[in-house]
């Protein structure tokens, strides 16, 4: 099979429908943004490392080095949710969201 067929199975309910797709956004305070950047780096290497974690990309806005995203593909919610609730993970995020601007904005996707 190839990627279109594959694309057009996910389209009609296949495999990547079951997947969830993340989208952590941070907004760091500017003056710590390398600060942030560098525990996003961290979060997103230990997202990946994470049982369940398809794949995992950390954004940077290109106008605004304050603004990280990190999208990222999970087998499942719970997958998501484990990883999530990980000490080690978890850690880091408290640790971030003391460089933030606001809270982390998680948006929970399901492909359709």
């Known amino acids: 099979m190839g990627p279109t067929q594959a694309r057009l199975d996910e389209l009609e309910g ?3 429908a079951e997947s969830l797709y993340v989208i952590t956004a941070f907004e760091s305070v500017p003056e710590r943004a390398a600060e942030a950047l560098s525990l996003a780096r961290e979060l997103a290497r230990q997202m990946k490392a994470s049982p369940g974690a398809l794949e995992v990309q950390l954004l940077q806005g290109i106008h605004r080095p304050d603004l990280l995203e990190i999208m990222s593909t999970w087998e499942s919610q719970d997958a998501y949710e484990g990883a ?3 000490p080690k ?3 880091t995020l408290r640790e971030v969201d ?3 601007a606001s809270p982390v904005d998680d948006r929970l996707h399901h492909a359709i």
């Open 84 to 86: 999530r609730d990980a």
């Open 98 to 100: 003391g460089l933030l």
């Open 89 to 91: 993970l978890a850690a």
């Open 14 to 16: 296949g495999d990547a």
